[in-house]
């Protein structure tokens, strides 16, 4: 079986599921690269891989032998590609298409009314309904956006990004975070509006005037400080507020790191928030976070969470952007130090046994299987389990009904 994967460029929330990919079916897997990565990326820590991975192609360098495999690859699993017209051409022959997609309406679902864009929709998904073409959904809004244009029906399944893995023994696990002492609290992203790091300065404020909800001997912390790793726009000003707010020392601001670094710094937390709006398609952040057994607090508008997180389980969610529903998630793990280790080794749990490269590409692999088989058999859970089409104002309350959880 061959399997091709075309997207825009491979970057590290790829490489981990394409190393996997590769490892099943050798020769049998490329990634076709339509473009450089832009400098910025380079500038925050991402490198730039095609040079050093035997199965990535770049469209631009060595168009006609990636047309061919475009075209004659068993499977096709098309991302973002800036070049629709190749993907386009495989499917009007017919053949085994399976897309990633984001959100398509992230900014509003109201904007499916605009007659050039359904359009454009049309064109590009819903006239290959009956086709053999799926949607893995790189994120829990995604069923909803594409269900309004009648595409992919009962072919959309869950899936998402899959950073490397870290696992770790008995021993390492109990040494991981620091016990007692200072919270540590770990914030990552880059310093833009979406992001929501202004956030992290008001929970600064509250875990400060709110001391004895969670200080104190018999509680297990004395202090507390919050990690911001990244940078942008915002940065000058947030350092403003902390210092107007009076909270400068209890943050620390870490710049743009490489992804390896970030890691030993949720390594050592016990909280990781995670604050991003609507506009976050996915999330790989959370991963890390999670992966690296920290006390999830997540904003449900953002992609992955729903996806990831089991409220009160393996972590804890707040709705739309609600600030007093965050704080007071965060409240409650800083003084429930024995539940929040227990969500964060939930959290570990699942990235470690479910959402992580290796389990992912199995997955993708059996399917596409079936797929060439005649008969497309999805997974019981996690990546390649049916996508549900939840309208994204009612999924804060559908998570809350399947829950047990009423700590907060």
Same mark, same amino acid.
């Given at each position: 079986?061959?399997i091709?994967?075309i997207?825009?460029y491979?970057?590290?929330h790829?490489?981990?599921?394409?190393n996997?990919?590769?490892?099943?079916?050798?020769?049998?897997?490329c990634?076709?690269?339509?473009?450089?990565?832009e400098?910025?990326?380079?500038?925050?820590?991402?490198?730039?891989?095609?040079?050093a991975?035997?199965?990535?192609?770049?469209l631009?360098?060595?168009?006609?032998?990636?047309r061919?495999?475009?075209?004659?690859?068993?499977?096709?699993?098309?991302g973002?590609?800036?070049?629709?017209?190749l993907?386009?051409?495989?499917?009007?022959?017919?053949?085994?298409t399976?897309?990633?997609?984001?959100?398509?309406?992230?900014?509003?679902?109201?904007?499916a009314?605009?007659p050039?864009?359904?359009?454009?929709?049309?064109?590009?998904h819903?006239?290959?309904r009956?086709?053999?073409?799926y949607?893995?959904?790189?994120?829990?809004?995604?069923?909803?956006?594409?269900?309004?244009?009648?595409a992919?029906?009962q072919?959309?399944y869950?899936?998402?990004?899959?950073?490397?893995?870290?696992h770790?023994?008995?021993?390492q696990?109990e040494?991981?975070?620091?016990?007692?002492?200072?919270?540590?609290?770990?914030?990552?992203?880059r310093?833009i509006?979406?992001?929501?790091?202004e956030?992290?300065?008001?929970?600064?404020?509250?875990l400060?005037?709110?001391?004895?909800?969670?200080a104190g001997?018999?509680?297990?912390f004395?202090?507390?400080?919050?990690?911001?790793?990244?940078?942008?726009?915002?940065?000058?000003?947030?350092?403003?507020?902390a210092?107007?707010?009076?909270?400068e020392?209890?943050?620390?601001?870490?710049?743009?790191?490489?992804?390896?670094?970030v890691?030993?710094i949720?390594?050592?937390?016990?909280?990781?928030?995670?604050?991003s709006?609507?506009?976050?398609?996915w999330?790989a952040?959370?991963?890390?976070?999670?992966n690296s057994?920290c006390?999830?607090?997540?904003?449900v508008?953002?992609?992955?969470?729903?996806?990831?997180?089991?409220?009160?389980v393996?972590?804890l969610?707040?709705?739309?952007?609600?600030f007093e529903?965050?704080a007071?998630a #965060? !409240?409650?793990?800083?003084s429930? &130090? $024995?539940?929040?280790?227990?969500?964060?080794? %939930?959290?570990?749990?699942?990235?470690? =046994?479910?959402?992580?490269a290796?389990?992912?590409?199995?997955?993708?692999?059996?399917?596409?299987?079936? #797929? !060439?088989?005649?008969?497309a058999? &999805? $997974?019981?859970?996690?990546?390649?389990s049916? %996508?549900?089409?939840?309208?994204?104002? =009612?999924?804060?309350?559908?998570m809350?009904?399947e829950s047990?959880?009423?700590g907060?």
């Open positions: 079986m061959t091709t994967f997207s825009n491979i970057n590290h790829q490489i981990p599921f394409s996997a990919c590769y490892r099943e079916l050798g020769e049998g897997f990634f076709i690269q339509t473009q450089p990565m400098q910025e990326r380079i500038d925050m820590g991402w490198q730039r891989q095609e040079d991975l035997p199965y990535v192609l770049c631009y360098e060595e168009e006609e032998r990636c061919r495999l475009i075209l004659e690859s068993d499977i096709l699993l098309a973002w590609t800036g070049r629709e017209d993907v386009e051409e495989r499917l009007n022959l017919g053949r085994a399976i897309r990633i997609s984001e959100r398509i309406y992230r900014e509003g679902q109201w904007k009314i605009s050039r864009g359904l359009i454009h929709k049309y064109r590009e819903t006239r290959y009956n086709q053999d073409a949607l893995l959904c790189a994120g829990a809004y995604v069923p909803s956006d594409f269900h309004i244009i009648h992919y029906p072919k959309m869950r899936f998402g990004y899959f950073p490397e893995t870290a770790y023994t008995k021993e696990w040494r991981l975070k620091p016990q007692g002492g200072t919270l540590e609290i770990v914030w990552a992203a310093f509006p979406l992001k929501h790091p956030f992290m300065i008001r929970l600064a404020s509250c400060k005037e709110r001391r004895h909800i969670w001997k018999e509680k297990g004395d202090t507390f400080r919050i990690h911001m790793v990244g940078s942008g726009e915002m940065e000058a000003h947030l350092k403003e507020q210092r107007k707010a009076g909270v020392e209890s943050l620390v601001f870490h710049g743009f790191l490489a992804p390896e670094r890691r030993k949720m390594e050592g937390c016990h909280i990781h928030v995670f604050t709006d609507y506009l976050e398609g999330g952040v959370m991963n890390e976070a999670m057994g006390g999830e607090v997540a904003n508008q953002a992609g992955a969470v729903p996806y990831l997180i089991r409220h009160g393996n972590g969610v707040y709705p739309d952007g609600d529903k965050m007071g #965060v !409240l409650y793990l800083a429930h &130090p $024995a539940e929040c280790r227990e969500m964060g080794r %939930a959290a570990y749990e699942t990235i470690t =046994k479910l959402w992580n290796e389990h992912a590409a199995a997955e993708l692999i059996r399917f596409c299987k079936g #797929v !060439l088989e005649g008969k058999v &999805p $997974a019981q859970e996690g990546p390649l049916p %996508a549900p089409v939840i309208a994204p104002g =009612k999924m804060y309350e559908v809350m009904r047990d959880f009423n907060f």
